[in-house]
Structures are given as C-alpha cells and as structure tokens.
C-alpha cells in the first residue's frame, strides 16, 4: 500500500478511522470513501474500528479471565493462572494503597481499566501496515473497494472517542459516589465552600461563586486530563511507528536504519504502552478515593 501512496497520503490513510455515517450531500448512511467524507458525516458518525477492537480485545480479556478461573486450583500455579494471579496481586495491591474506603467496585473496575487499556494499547505494538493492508486486500477482493478507500486504525486508544468515553464512564461514577457518600448538600459544599471561607457568611457567600468556579474547574478537568494523556501519548507512539515505516520505501540502506529503530522504539514503547494503562488505573483509584472522602 505504502508504494502506491504518497508520504502524505500514506500517512493520512493510517490515521483515518473506518467511518461509518450519514453521507450529509446524499442522506444516506454508508462507509466513508476518505477522510473528507468522515469529516463531513460529523458527530453521530460511528468509528467502526474503534468499536470493533475495542469490543474484541474487551472480549478475550474476559475470556481469558473467565477461562482461567474456571480452571484455577488451589496449588503452586503455572501458566496462565499463574499470569492472572500476578495481576490481580498488581491490581489488589494498587488498590489497597491509593482506596482507604470500602467499596467492592473499586478493584473490579480497576482490574477492567488496566488489562483493557493494556490491549488497547498493545495492538500499537503490531507492524503498523499488517492489519490495514489485510482489510485492503479483504475489501477489494471480496467487496471490489479500492483499497485507498479502506481504512483501518487497530489501536483505540489513538481514538479520542475512545479516551474520552471510557474516561467519562469514570467521571460519571466518581459523580454517583460523590453524590451517595457525601449527599446532595455535602458534594455542594465541596464544590462551593472550599478552597476560600471565612467566619462572616455574607464574605462566604461572596467566595461560593469563586470557589465553585476554581472546583467545577478542577473537577471537569478530571476527565479531560484522563483522556487526553493516554490519547496524546499512544497517537504520538503511533505517528512515530508510521514515520519509521516510510523509511522501508526510501532504499536498502534507510530500509536497514528504519528496522533498527523499529526495534527500538517497539522495546521503549512496552514501557510506554504499560505505564499509560497504569497511570489512567491509578487516577481512577485514586479519583474514586476522593468520591468516598470527606473534607
């Protein structure tokens, strides 16, 4: 593919999401032929291929999990027993130093977050011209599409709609428990009596709109900061892997300098690929501690 394509193009087509929307000159619903069209189908467009990774790899996570519980005995384990139990040790340990409440979502929902994000994350790790080049082939082959008009992006967290929609689901929980903990007038006062007060009501009553600006600030920016940390880091891991595969079209020589830092840049991206499961599962601990503390 990357033969027939400009750089730009090239690069363009690995960043466009297979959309699937309202054509808005015809009316009609149907898979976007280029990245104008996906522009132009606007927000109630679906990201095919978002939805499909994520639901698979959501799918094998809790068929591994299911599996190897169903499976699990009570000695030394081995294999892929051994592998869960690591995790959920990695998980309930994160839990019980960031989580001072009582709350058996918590660990559930961190478990989900971390192997989740993990798989997301980790299909950035798969040669980036694999997976659309075999949609390509699939498309023409079977449907007779030019294979410039098939898109496939298997990473979704490179997807902000995907960032966003899990870090909003964690939003809306910390709201809910905030809410039960604390009551309708106890989440109020956090948001309208701190961090200014003073002893004399009518200057307190002047600080409630200050303080409910600077909290309602700090509270929107919750969600927004989980989203685009781990959408700004794997698009750029993303970009870079993209970048060194052009490199393969430019000769012998570039083609060798572009696998080593293939290499590379693969092993330096495990880390990254991790940490940002990591931090976004951190986050949510600790978010969901202060939805349960009282100030």
């Not at 990357?2 to 009609?28: C, D, F, M, R, V």
């Not at 690591?86 to 019980?96: K, W």
């Not at 002893?199 to 909290?215: D, G, H, I, R």
């Amino acid at each position: 593919m990357s033969e027939q394509l400009t750089s730009a193009a090239y690069i363009k087509h690995h960043l466009t999401n297979w959309t699937y929307g309202q054509n808005p000159e015809t009316g009609s619903w149907e898979f976007a032929h280029s990245a104008a069209e996906a522009k132009a189908m606007g927000f109630m467009a679906i990201h095919v291929d978002t939805m499909l990774w994520s639901t698979l790899l959501g799918v094998a996570f809790l068929w591994l999990f299911y599996s190897v519980a169903k499976k699990a005995s009570s000695g030394v384990p081995k294999g892929a027993q051994n592998f869960v139990e690591m995790i959920i040790e990695f998980i309930d340990t994160s839990v019980r130093g960031s989580f001072t409440a009582k709350n058996d979502l918590v660990a559930p929902l961190a478990l989900t977050v971390f192997v989740w994000i993990f798989l997301w994350n980790f299909m950035d790790l798969i040669p980036v011209d694999w997976l659309p080049s075999a949609s390509a082939w699939i498309g023409s082959t079977f449907f007779g599409a030019d294979p410039h008009h098939v898109y496939m992006k298997v990473v979704p967290s490179t997807d902000p709609n995907a960032t966003f929609a899990l870090a909003i689901c964690v939003f809306l929980l910390t709201i809910w428990y905030g809410l039960k903990n604390k009551g309708v007038g106890g989440f109020t006062a956090e948001l309208t009596m701190m961090p200014f007060q003073s002893n004399n009501k009518v200057v307190q009553a002047a600080f409630v709109p200050v303080n409910f600006l600077l909290e309602f600030v700090s509270l929107i920016a919750k969600p927004i900061s989980l989203a685009l940390r781990l959408f700004g880091n794997m698009y750029a891991g993303e970009m870079i892997f993209i970048l060194i595969a052009l490199m393969f079209s430019a000769g012998a020589t570039m083609a060798m300098f572009g696998g080593v830092l293939q290499l590379g840049w693969a092993i330096f991206h495990i880390l990254i690929v991790t940490l940002q499961a990591f931090i976004f599962m951190t986050l949510t601990i600790v978010y969901m501690d202060m939805a349960h503390s009282e100030h």
